[in-house]
Nanobody, 124 residues
Framework: VRLVESGGGLVQAGGSLRLSCAAS????????MAWFRQAPGLERVFVAA?????????FYADSVKGRFTISRDNAKNAVYLQMTSLKPEDTAVYSC?????????????????WGQGTQVTVSS
């Protein structure tokens, strides 16, 4: 499974960005998908996840709950992260990850496939 993120960039605090992750999986709907982020010098941390198939069951880190929304379009083999009310502390490289037919986990080790990441920078 190949994952390619896009949509990162530079935005002012309070602004919005929408990240996209395109997947090459033949049965994309069989994969739970997640977004993680990694700031310089820090570990990769969980941001959000969405259950496989069409359940639209979602999970969020407390730090982004109410500001970020994860969604998926199985017809387009894509997962999205809509980010609003961005803060400087949201600055990081954001990566999407895939896990086959699993309840989404909050640790990177749970995921088998990763994209290369896209940089999000929020200026104050």
């Amino acid at each position: 499974v190949r994952l390619v993120e896009s949509g990162g960039g530079l935005v002012q605090a309070g602004g919005s960005l929408r990240l996209s992750c395109a997947a090459s999986a033949r049965t994309f709907s069989d994969y739970s998908m997640a977004w993680f982020r990694q700031a310089p010098g820090l570990e990769r941390v969980f941001v959000a996840a969405i259950l496989w198939a069409g359940a639209n069951t979602t999970f969020y880190a407390d730090s982004v709950k109410g500001r970020f929304t994860i969604s998926r379009d199985n017809a387009k083999n894509a997962v999205y992260l809509q980010m609003t009310s961005l803060k400087p502390e949201d600055t990081a490289v954001y990566s999407c990850a895939a896990d086959y037919r699993a309840i989404p986990g909050r640790t990177p080790a749970r995921y088998d496939y990763w994209g290369q990441g896209t940089q999000v920078t929020v200026s104050s």
